[in-house]
């Protein structure tokens, strides 16, 4: 079982919507990521986070605002997406970042339409 | 640049049987990480496997193993004794220490179909 947690697993929005995904973990890991998975690809980085603040941001449209209130929670505030936004949204930790000889764990993702 | 190549976009594999699946990798930078991740429909990312580029020994998890081939730049992911659930997509990923700035660069993947 994964000890990364996100919700909602399925979210349906409008393009006007404001909606938030959200990801916890209690592993202790002080680095937690973003990655976006459209149909087919592999997963693209989006955000990390180390030790609570914004260490990359992949050149994220800003409809797409990240937030790590505390060490163990993430957020994805969304805003004014559009259709291709549509994806899988994993969220993942490791203990450090760069997540040097450790393994990086992903969430179970967050299944976004945007209609 | 780094770069992970899998050059199986589907394979089909017999229940009970083992089964290879091919991951190259590109790097200049002589400190890196390999994992194994295993995706189903779900859309879970499970880890499954991971190497360090000065381990001695080739990694191993249960019926998961990596036959690591640093001169060749492979880290092929060995599954033994196939099972229905492992039917899934499966990725191959480098964090090079150096280049990547700590970023996992995946594969495209193989679909891995297993049957009874």
């Known amino acids: 079982d994964t000890e990364v947690t996100q919700t909602p697993k399925h979210l349906v929005m409008g393009m006007t919507n404001k909606k938030s995904l959200k990801c916890e973990q209690h592993m202790g890991h002080r680095a937690m990521y973003w990655y976006k998975q459209k149909a087919k690809k592999p997963p693209e980085l989006m955000f990390v986070?180390?030790?609570?603040?914004?260490?990359i941001n992949e050149s994220v449209p800003s409809r797409f605002s990240p937030e790590c209130p505390n060490s163990s929670l993430l957020n994805l505030h969304l805003h004014a997406l559009q259709p291709e936004d549509s994806a899988l949204y994993l969220c993942?930790?490791?203990?450090?970042?760069?997540?040097?000889?450790?393994?990086?764990?992903f969430g179970e993702g967050s299944w976004l339409t945007v209609v | 640049a780094q770069k992970i190549t899998q050059t199986q976009p589907g394979m089909f594999v017999q229940e009970k049987e083992a089964v290879t699946l091919d991951c190259t990798y590109d790097?200049?930078?002589?400190?890196?990480?390999l994992f194994w991740y295993k995706q189903p429909s779900s859309g879970e990312m499970i880890f499954l496997i991971y190497?360090?580029?000065?381990?001695?020994q080739n990694a191993t998890e249960g019926r998961y193993s990596l036959n690591f081939q640093k001169a060749r730049k492979s880290a092929n992911l060995v599954i033994s004794a196939s099972q229905l659930g492992d039917s899934a997509m499966y990725f191959c990923a480098m964090l090079d220490y150096g280049g990547s700035q700590g970023n996992l660069i995946f594969g495209k993947g193989t679909k891995l179909s297993v049957k009874p």
């Open positions: 993942a930790s490791s203990h450090l970042f760069p997540a040097f000889g450790n393994t990086i764990y």
């Open positions: 190497q360090g580029s000065y381990d001695q």
């Open positions: 790097t200049s930078d002589p400190s890196y990480g």
């Open positions: 986070y180390s030790y609570e603040k914004l260490s």
